[in-house]
C-alpha cells in the first residue's frame, strides 16, 4: 500500500469558507498530483508539481491553488469555497522521467454547502 | 482529440463468474497502458502496466492484454470475488512529455454478488 495520505477525508462546509486540503507522501517522489473526480466520471488533473517550489496548473480549470515548499507536502487551497467545488479531490505522487505509476491517497470528498 | 473510451459502463456478475472489461483509446504517442482497482471512497490502485511490446500481463487472477495496433486493451478477471467489486479504471500515457501525461477513462463498475 502506498504511503501517501490525505485529510481531512471528509468535510463538509459552508459557502465562503477557506479550506485547505492536506496531502502528504513518505516515499520522497519528486512530482505530486491533484486530481478532481465526480461519481462516474474520469479524473480530471487540477494542479501538478516537479519538485520543490515548483507548481503548475493541470488541464481543468480550478480556483484552487497549491503549494510545494517540502518535498513531502502538497496542500491544496480553496481560498472561498462554492457549492461548484463539491467533490472528490484525490492526491497522487510519482518517481522517474515520465509515464511512471501513480500513487493515490484515499482522497478527500467535499461537500459544499 | 487523445481520449480513452471504457466499456460496459457497469456490470454486475455472480461471485466465481468470469468477467472481461473493455478499453478503448486514442492517445498518441504512446507510452503505456495501465489498469488501476478503486474501491468505494479509496483512491485508484495500479493492477497491471503495459508497454508497446507487451500483449499480456497477468496480476493474480487479473489478466491484461493489449493490442497496439488497435489500440485495444482488455482486463479479464477469472473467478470473480465479492472484494472485486469495485470501478475498474484504464489510463493510458502518452510519451510526448517529462510529465508522462495521463489519460483516464471513466471506469468500469464492477458489483460481484454472493
Known amino acids: 500500500e502506498a504511503d501517501i495520505y490525505q485529510t481531512p477525508r471528509y468535510l463538509v462546509i459552508g459557502t465562503g469558507k477557506k479550506i485547505t486540503l492536506e496531502c502528504s507522501q513518505t516515499?520522497?517522489?519528486?512530482?505530486m498530483y491533484w486530481y478532481q473526480q465526480d461519481p462516474g466520471m474520469e479524473l480530471h488533473l487540477i494542479h501538478y508539481s516537479y519538485g520543490v517550489n515548483s507548481t503548475e496548473k493541470g488541464d481543468l480549470s480550478s480556483e484552487s491553488t497549491v503549494s510545494r515548499i517540502r518535498t513531502e507536502h502538497f496542500p491544496l487551497t480553496l481560498e472561498s469555497a462554492r457549492p461548484s467545488h463539491t467533490s472528490q479531490y484525490l492526491c497522487?505522487?510519482?518517481?522517474?522521467?515520465?509515464?511512471?505509476?501513480?500513487?493515490f491517497g484515499p482522497g478527500t470528498r467535499l461537500l459544499v454547502l | 482529440k487523445n481520449q480513452v473510451e471504457q466499456s460496459p459502463q457497469s456490470l454486475i456478475i455472480l461471485e466465481g463468474k468470469n468477467c472481461t472489461l473493455q478499453c478503448n483509446y486514442t492517445v498518441s504517442p504512446f507510452s503505456n497502458l495501465r489498469w488501476y482497482k478503486q474501491d468505494t471512497g479509496r483512491g485508484p490502485v495500479s493492477l497491471t502496466i503495459m508497454t508497446f511490446s507487451e500483449n499480456t500481463k497477468s496480476n493474480g487472477r487479473y489478466t491484461a492484454t493489449l493490442d497496439a495496433d488497435t489500440k485495444q486493451s482488455s482486463l479479464h478477471i477469472t473467478a470473480s470475488q465479492l472484494s472485486d467489486s469495485a470501478s475498474y479504471i484504464c489510463v493510458v500515457s502518452d510519451r510526448g512529455s517529462t510529465l508522462g501525461r495521463l489519460y483516464f477513462g471513466r471506469g468500469t463498475q464492477l458489483t460481484v454478488w454472493p
Open positions: 497522487a505522487s510519482s518517481s522517474g522521467q515520465g509515464g511512471e505509476t501513480q500513487y
Open positions: 516515499m520522497g517522489h519528486d512530482k
